[in-house]
């Protein structure tokens, strides 16, 4: 095995904790226990008052657009920041953050990693790490 491919076994194996699909907010919402199923076959349950404070957080129909959880990415490019995609998921971060200008509503943001103890604090359950190499 070369170590290209042992780099990107690696990668998978410390991410077998993301979900294996991620619902919409709305859908969360709807059931009577949001949980989903994640890639190592275990399951991850949502605490429903987080929930609602990201619907809270949110315009009219957003929930349906908001699918969790929010992915903070850890990028092997950029040292010292995160990434997080999804023009609504980077809406809700910023929000919590108190950085949200109407004016700036973009596809994908990065943010400097020392917020994410932050972030993670206030959205345990809805928010998760990935690590990626590009």
């Known amino acids: 095995m070369n170590a ?34 994640l890639r190592d076959g275990s399951h991850h349950s949502f605490r429903r008052g987080e929930l609602e404070r ?16 929010i992915v903070l990415e850890i990028v092997s490019d950029f040292r010292g920041y995160f990434r997080v995609r999804g023009k609504v998921a980077v809406k809700v971060i910023d929000k919590i953050l108190g950085s949200y200008d109407p004016l700036d509503e973009p596809e994908e943001r990065l943010y400097p990693r020392y917020l994410l103890p932050r972030l993670r604090r206030e959205l345990p359950t809805t928010t998760t790490y990935a690590f990626i190499a590009e």
């Open 54 to 69: 990201l619907k809270g957080l949110l315009d009219p129909g957003e929930d349906e657009k908001l699918l969790l959880p």
């Open 4 to 37: 290209e491919n042992a780099l990107i076994r690696e990668i998978y194996r410390i991410n077998s904790h993301l979900p294996a699909k991620r619902p919409s907010l709305a859908q969360l919402l709807a059931s009577e226990e949001p949980s989903i199923r």
